[in-house]
């Protein structure tokens, strides 16, 4: 396994990785009419546009002997002044295919993403992360990552789910 920086012709393997990965991680969460209605086609020119914006988040890929995609992560500055700018991260994606759940790519990868958060400066890092989610949460648990007592809902396909706000000092 081998992990880089994204390019923009990944963006169709991106889609891939995130669509079959919602579809899995978020069985009996979301709304199963939402999940099988994910697009790769669609989620490929999202990512395409991100990958090729001005203002483009990093992108990390962890490719497979074969140099095929199985898994990807995104980070961005926080998006709002909550934090002092500059300060902080949103992980705003940490996805992998379900077939290499539980082989160690999901945990590579997150130690070369905060390897990355540190060099880009960020002190501190945040993500969101849906609270009926136990396998993601125990996944970002282990690498860290604590909720920080702010929650949020959103509707996604029609319910409303919870979300718990983890963080993370990148420097301890």
Known sequence: MSI?????????????????????AYRGLVPAPYLDALDVDERA???RSRLTAADRPS???????DGRI?????FRPWPDRE??????????????????WGAGVGRALM??????????????AALW????NARGRRFYEAAGWRPDGT????????????????RRDLLS
């Open 4 to 24: 880089r920086e994204a390019l923009p012709e990944d963006a169709a393997a991106l889609a891939a990785v995130h669509v079959r990965s919602w579809r899995a």
């Open 45 to 47: 020119g999202v990512w």
């Open 59 to 65: 992108v990390l890929v962890a490719t497979g002997d």
């Open 70 to 74: 199985a898994a990807f992560s995104c």
């Open 83 to 100: 934090f002092a700018p500059g300060s902080t991260a949103e992980l705003a994606a940490l996805y992998a295919l379900p077939e290499v």
């Open 111 to 124: 130690s070369a993403t905060t390897e990355a958060l540190v060099a880009a400066g960020f002190r501190t």
């Open 129 to 132: 992360v849906f609270a009926g």
């Open 151 to 166: 929650a949020a809902r959103e509707e996604t396909g029609g319910r409303v789910l919870e979300e718990l706000r983890y």
